[in-house]
T-cell receptor
Framework: AQSVSQHNHHVILSEAASLELGCNYSYGGTVNLFWYVQYPGQHLQLLLKYFSGDPLVKGIKGFEAEFIKSKFSFNLRKPSVQWSDTAEYFCAVKMNTGFQKLVFGTGTRLLVSP | DAGVTQSPTHLIKTRGQQVTLRCSPKSGHDTVSWYQQALGQGPQFIFQYYEEEERQRGNFPDRFSGHQFPNYSSELNVNALLLGDSALYLC?????????????FGDGTRLSIL
């Protein structure tokens, strides 16, 4: 069965620090990969997605993620975080065939101190 | 352009009761998926509806059932409620059934079982 692992459950950073959140998945076939963000009191929002092509994808608010197929990883990065990035971040995977579910990781709660 | 709307926002039930949650997809979307998010966990896939049929189901018992209407809106029904059913129930909509399109999430319904 598919699974997604997010290694960091809680991350605390100061403003302007760099961010990298790890995500690994277990599935040998073709996948679509997503990062969602949930700001306090808000719904899950799509941050970025990878379907095919360039493995380095750019999303909203300066976030990017790199798909490394050989490592089954899709890590999220941001060079300089802001206080407004405080949120919970979820990595999700979907098999690229037919009607398939999104499988989520357990999430990483990021706190950025001003 | 309306996003995904869910009702009610909060609900309190007792064990053994039945509950119905409702979802209206984002304008233009025809596929609805339901997820359960327990505290401290990532969303877990319940099922997905497209063209008024259940297309994919996660590892949830038959007490969880759903329906999609001709206008693409959807209901999630849970019978014989258990304490463990307390969670945030998320509805997500997308376009095109089995095509690889991102899912857009609603704010969720917080269900508490006493």
């Amino acid at each position: 069965a598919q699974s997604v692992s997010q290694h960091n459950h809680h991350v605390i950073l100061s403003e302007a620090a760099s961010l990298e959140l790890g995500c690994n998945y277990s599935y040998g076939g073709t996948v679509n990969l997503f990062w969602y963000v949930q700001y306090p009191g808000q719904h899950l929002q799509l941050l970025l997605k990878y379907f095919s092509g360039d493995p380095l994808v750019k999303g909203i608010k300066g976030f990017e993620a790199e798909f490394i197929k050989s490592k089954f990883s899709f890590n999220l990065r941001k060079p300089s975080v802001q206080w407004s990035d405080t949120a919970e971040y979820f990595c999700a995977v979907k098999m690229n065939t037919g009607f398939q579910k999104l499988v989520f990781g357990t999430g990483t709660r990021l706190l950025v101190s001003p | 352009d309306a996003g995904v709307t869910q009702s009610p926002t909060h609900l309190i039930k007792t064990r053994g009761q039945q509950v119905t949650l409702r979802c209206s997809p984002k304008s233009g979307h025809d596929t609805v998926s339901w997820y359960q998010q327990a505290l401290g966990q990532g969303p877990q896939f319940i099922f997905q509806y497209y063209e008024e049929e259940e297309r994919q189901r996660g590892n949830f018992p038959d007490r969880f059932s759903g329906h999609q209407f001709p206008n693409y809106s959807s209901e999630l029904n849970v019978n014989a409620l258990l304490l463990g059913d307390s969670a945030l129930y998320l509805c997500a909509s997308s376009l095109g059934g089995d095509r690889a399109q991102p899912q857009h999430f609603g704010d969720g319904t917080r269900l508490s079982i006493l």
